[in-house]
C-alpha cells in the first residue's frame, strides 16, 4: 500500500479522498492554489503545498506543478479526483514516466475512452447500444447538417473531449445547426483545448440512468446498481439518487450487464460511470463512459455500504477488490442534492462571495460532503458546488422527506452569496418527481412554469439533455 498520496483537486472532494486515506494510514498532500490557501483540505492534510495562481490553468492544470509537488514530498501516487486532470491520459503518462501511480484507468484505456466520439464506435463494436449519431468527429457544418438530416432532429452536437455537462448544444432545426456547431466548437476549444465535435439524436422526455463499476487488475469487475440523475441543468446535475425508481427489472438487468460488459472488453480499471439515456419507450443507449470518480459517489456508497474511494486505492496499489458481485447488497434508497452557490432566478448564474454563515444539516442517516465554513470565500475562478447532502432512508418516500428537512436545516448567508436549496426544495416537491416521473426535461419545465408565474419569460432556461 502507498505511504503518501498526493490528491491533485481542490474543494469537498480532495477533502473526501483525503479522509478516507487518513482511514487507511496513508500520508496525504494536498496541493492548493492562492486562491485556496485558507482551504479545508489545506488544514486537513499532512502537508501542502503551494501550485500556482487561482486560475486553473495556472495551477490545479498544471502538470510540471503538480508532478513537481509529488517528486518533492515523495508522494507514490496521485489521486486526481473529478474533473481538472482526472480523465487526462497524457496526465497518467506523465505520472508513469516519473514512477508515480496515477489512481485511475491505465492512460491507453482513457485515450480510448477520453475521445467521446470513438469511446462511441468502440462501444458499439463491443455490442452496447448507441444512439444514432458520428461515430468520428465531424469535420464541417455541412457534415453535421447532413447527418442531423438522416438521423432526425433534435440532435446535440457535443464536444469530443467534453465531460461536467459542458461543450453540449441541443439543435432542433436545420436553420440553427451552423449557428450552434460554431458557438459549441469555440466553447470546446476554450474549455478543453480540442474543438472537435460529434452529433447525436438527442432525446425529448428521456432519463438519465448511469451504472457504477470497479474493476481491478485481477480480472474482477463488478457493478454497484445504477443511480438516476435525470434532474439536471444545462446538462449538469442537481439530484441524483440511487437505485433508480421505476425502471422494469429486465431493462435494469440489461444496463447493468452491458456496462460490466463494456468496462471487460476495454481492460477498464478502478471507478468507472458508464452512462445511459432510457427513452420513454423503455430502451436504453450508451452515452459516455466517465474515467473517474463521480461527483454522485456517494448515493452508491450509501446503498451499497462500499468506500469507492478505498477501493480506487487498493486496485491502484495492485490489490483486488475486497468483494465479489455476489457480495454486493443494495439497500434502501439515497438520494443527493447538490447545493451550488448559484441563483436559480437568474439562470443558474454563480453568485461568488464570502460566506458570513454556513451550517450545514445533521441528524440520522445524513451525509454532507463540504468544504465550506463561515469565513470562507467562494471565489469566481471555479465550479460553484458548495456542498453535497446525501441521505438514506429504507424507501423512497422516507428517502425524500428526509432530504427536505435536511435541506431546510442549511443556513448559508453571505453578502451577494445566492444558493439552490429553495430550487431544490421546489423540484423534490414536484408532482413528477414526487411520483418519480421526472425526465431530463423537470428543470426546464419547472423553470418555464415559474416565469410564467413571475410575467417573466426571460427566465426560461434552455432544453436539457
Given at each position: 500500500?502507498?505511504s503518501?498520496v498526493?490528491?491533485?483537486n ?5 477533502l473526501r479522498v ?8 496513508i500520508?496525504t498532500?494536498a ?7 485558507d ?5 486537513f ?6 501550485i500556482?495562481a ?6 490545479y ?9 509529488a517528486?518533492q ?5 496521485i ?6 486532470l482526472?480523465e ?12 508515480i501511480?496515477?489512481i485511475?484507468?491505465?492512460p491507453?484505456v ?7 466520439a ?21 469535420t ?7 447527418l ?23 439543435v ?5 445547426l451552423?449557428?450552434?456547431y460554431?458557438?459549441?466548437?469555440a466553447?470546446?476549444?476554450a ?11 438527442f432525446?425529448d422526455?428521456?432519463r438519465h440512468?448511469e451504472v457504477?463499476?470497479?474493476?481491478d487488475?485481477?480480472?474482477?469487475t463488478v457493478?454497484?446498481?445504477?443511480r438516476d ?6 446538462h ?6 440511487a ?7 429486465e ?5 447493468l ?20 439515456v ?10 459516455e ?14 446503498v ?12 491502484a ?7 465479489r458481485?455476489?457480495?454486493?447488497t ?7 442534492c447538490r447545493?451550488n ?12 462571495g464570502?460566506?458570513?454563515?454556513f ?6 442517516f445524513v451525509r454532507v460532503?463540504?468544504h ?21 432512508a ?9 432530504m ?9 448567508s453571505?453578502?451577494?452569496?445566492h ?5 431544490l ?17 423537470l428543470?426546464?419545465a419547472?423553470?418555464a412554469?415559474?416565469?410564467g408565474?413571475?410575467g ?5 432556461s434552455?432544453?436539457?439533455?
Amino acid at each position: 500500500m502507498f505511504s503518501t498520496v498526493l490528491i491533485a483537486n481542490r474543494g469537498e472532494i480532495a477533502l473526501r479522498v483525503a479522509r478516507t486515506c487518513r482511514e487507511m494510514g496513508i500520508r496525504t498532500v494536498a496541493v492548493y492554489s492562492t486562491a485556496d490557501r485558507d482551504s479545508a483540505v489545506v488544514r486537513f492534510a499532512d502537508e501542502a503545498v503551494h501550485i500556482g495562481a487561482p486560475p486553473a490553468k495556472g495551477s490545479y492544470l498544471s502538470v510540471p506543478a503538480v508532478i513537481e509537488a509529488a517528486l518533492q514530498t515523495g508522494a507514490q501516487a496521485i489521486h486526481p479526483g473529478y474533473g481538472f486532470l482526472s480523465e487526462d491520459p497524457d496526465f497518467a503518462e506523465i505520472c508513469e514516466a516519473h514512477d508515480i501511480v496515477f489512481i485511475g484507468p491505465p492512460p491507453q484505456v482513457m485515450q480510448q475512452l477520453g475521445d467521446k466520439a470513438a469511446a462511441r464506435s468502440l462501444m458499439a463494436q463491443a455490442g452496447l447500444p448507441v444512439l444514432p449519431g458520428s461515430m468520428d468527429a465531424l469535420t464541417s457544418p455541412a457534415e453535421a447538417k447532413e447527418l442531423a438530416r438522416q438521423v432526425g432532429y433534435p440532435v446535440i452536437l457535443k464536444a469530443v473531449a467534453g465531460g461536467g455537462g459542458r461543450g453540449m448544444a441541443v439543435v432542433r432545426s436545420a436553420d440553427d445547426l451552423r449557428l450552434a456547431y460554431n458557438e459549441t466548437r469555440a466553447h470546446a476549444r476554450a474549455v478543453f483545448g480540442d474543438d472537435r465535435l460529434y452529433l447525436e439524436r438527442f432525446v425529448d422526455d428521456a432519463r438519465h440512468i448511469e451504472v457504477q463499476v470497479l474493476c481491478d487488475r485481477h480480472g474482477n469487475t463488478v457493478h454497484l446498481g445504477e443511480r438516476d440523475c435525470s434532474v439536471q441543468r444545462r446538462h449538469q446535475k442537481l439530484i441524483e439518487e440511487a437505485p433508480a425508481t421505476g425502471l422494469p427489472q429486465e431493462l435494469r438487468e440489461a444496463m447493468l450487464a452491458a456496462a460490466v460488459h463494456g468496462a471487460t472488453a476495454v481492460g477498464f480499471v478502478g471507478a468507472g460511470t458508464f452512462e445511459f439515456v432510457v427513452t420513454p419507450d423503455d430502451r436504453f443507449y450508451l452515452m459516455e463512459i466517465n474515467c473517474r470518480l463521480q461527483v454522485e459517489h456517494p448515493v452508491t456508497e450509501l446503498v451499497t455500504g462500499i468506500d469507492i474511494v478505498r477501493e480506487q486505492i487498493s486496485v491502484a496499489a495492485g490489490l483486488p477488490l475486497s468483494f465479489r458481485q455476489s457480495d454486493i447488497t443494495l439497500r434502501g434508497v439515497a438520494v443527493e442534492c447538490r447545493v451550488n452557490a448559484e441563483n436559480p432566478d437568474n439562470g443558474f448564474s454563480p453568485t461568488p462571495g464570502l460566506l458570513s454563515e454556513f451550517v450545514p444539516p445533521g441528524g440520522p442517516f445524513v451525509r454532507v460532503d463540504t468544504h465550506a465554513y463561515p469565513g470562507w470565500l467562494v471565489g469566481p475562478d471555479y465550479d460553484s458546488l458548495l456542498a453535497k447532502a446525501a441521505v438514506w432512508a429504507p424507501d423512497r418516500e422516507q428517502a425524500l422527506a428526509r432530504m427536505d428537512r435536511a435541506l431546510s436545516e442549511f443556513r448559508v448567508s453571505g453578502p451577494g452569496v445566492h444558493t439552490t436549496l429553495g430550487f431544490l426544495r421546489r423540484t423534490l416537491a414536484h408532482p413528477l418527481f414526487q411520483a418519480a416521473l421526472h425526465t431530463t426535461g423537470l428543470v426546464g419545465a419547472m423553470t418555464a412554469e415559474e416565469a410564467g408565474r413571475d410575467g417573466d419569460p426571460s427566465k426560461e432556461s434552455a432544453p436539457v439533455g
